[in-house]
């Protein structure tokens, strides 16, 4: 294979490639935070839902166990609710802390426990309390 002397045509090069490669991981750092944007707001989101609908079961039958299911659904709401809030402030300050080691030419840092894993083990736990709660009474 041929290869080309270094000089200013390979150092140029390598510029060009170096500048695209930053772009394109700033591309697909903006589309993790859009994807994190949008799952957080979907959390949000189920959580309001699923309070309006306990609720809506509550005035129609106001027994016991309707208003008992309404108490499990306002914790279980207000607690995805919450999750959705702090996980899109978490995601917003890891795209920025990113995107400043992006800036100073240093290489982005993955986490040993990514911020994924911390709202999927968020979830699981409050699922099982949920759980939990309604089946104890």
């Known amino acids: 294979m041929d290869q080309q002397p270094a000089g200013p045509v390979n150092t140029e090069l390598a510029r060009d490639r170096t500048g695209l490669a930053k772009f394109r991981t700033q591309l697909a750092l903006d589309r993790t935070t859009l994807a994190w944007i949008r799952t957080t707001l979907t959390m949000a989101t189920f959580g309001f839902g699923t309070v309006g609908f306990f609720r809506t079961l509550k005035e129609k ?28 402030v978490l995601a917003a300050l890891s795209h920025l802390r990113t995107l400043r080691r992006l800036s100073r030419n240093e290489t982005p840092v993955l986490s040993p426990w990514p911020l994924s894993i911390t709202v999927a083990m968020l979830l699981a736990v409050g699922g099982l309390v949920s759980v939990w709660t309604l089946l104890a009474r």
């Open 61 to 88: 039958s106001p027994g016991p166990e309707a208003v008992h299911l309404h108490e499990g659904a306002i914790s279980f709401g207000f607690a995805l609710v919450f999750l959705g809030i702090a996980s899109t």
